[in-house]
C-alpha cells in the first residue's frame, strides 16, 4: 500500500488549491481515507475524511464550508479542494487510510501515510 500526495505550494490569503493523493495497492472502497495536517509545533490535526462503512463525510470546524474532500475510485485518487484559505491553513498535509474501527479523527489508527505536502498561506 502507498499513498502519494501532491499539489502543495504557496499561495496567498483567500486563494485555493487543490491537493491529490494517489493510492497503490489497494482500493479505496471499504477504507476510510483522511487528509491531516501538522503545523510547527502543534500536534497532528484531522482535517476531513471519507468514511470506509458508510462514505460519509466529516470536515473539521475550521475548515467546514472552505475545503471538501472527494474521491475518484476510477483512478484511486483522493483529493482535498481548499478554497478561502487563510494564513492559519499553513501546515503540512498528510493523506492516511486504514480499515478503521475506532476514532477516525485519531492518527494513531490509520496505518497507511503519504510523505506530506507543504501548504503555505501567505502574502
Known amino acids: 500500500v502507498q499513498l502519494q500526495a501532491s499539489g502543495g505550494g504557496l499561495v496567498q490569503p483567500g486563494g485555493s488549491l487543490r491537493l491529490s493523493c494517489a493510492a497503490s495497492?489497494?482500493?479505496?472502497?471499504?477504507?476510510?481515507i483522511a487528509w491531516f495536517r501538522q503545523a510547527p509545533g502543534k500536534e497532528r490535526e484531522r482535517v476531513s475524511c471519507i468514511s470506509g462503512s458508510d462514505r460519509k463525510t466529516y470536515d473539521a470546524e475550521s475548515v467546514k464550508g472552505r475545503f471538501a474532500i472527494s474521491t475518484d475510485g476510477t483512478k484511486n485518487m483522493v483529493y482535498l479542494q481548499m478554497d478561502n484559505l487563510k494564513p492559519e491553513d499553513t501546515a503540512v498535509y498528510l493523506c492516511a487510510t486504514g480499515l478503521i474501527i475506532g476514532d477516525q479523527g485519531d492518527p494513531r489508527n490509520y496505518d497507511y501515510w503519504g510523505q506530506g505536502t507543504q501548504v503555505t498561506v501567505s502574502s
Open positions: 495497492g489497494f482500493t479505496l472502497l471499504g477504507y476510510t
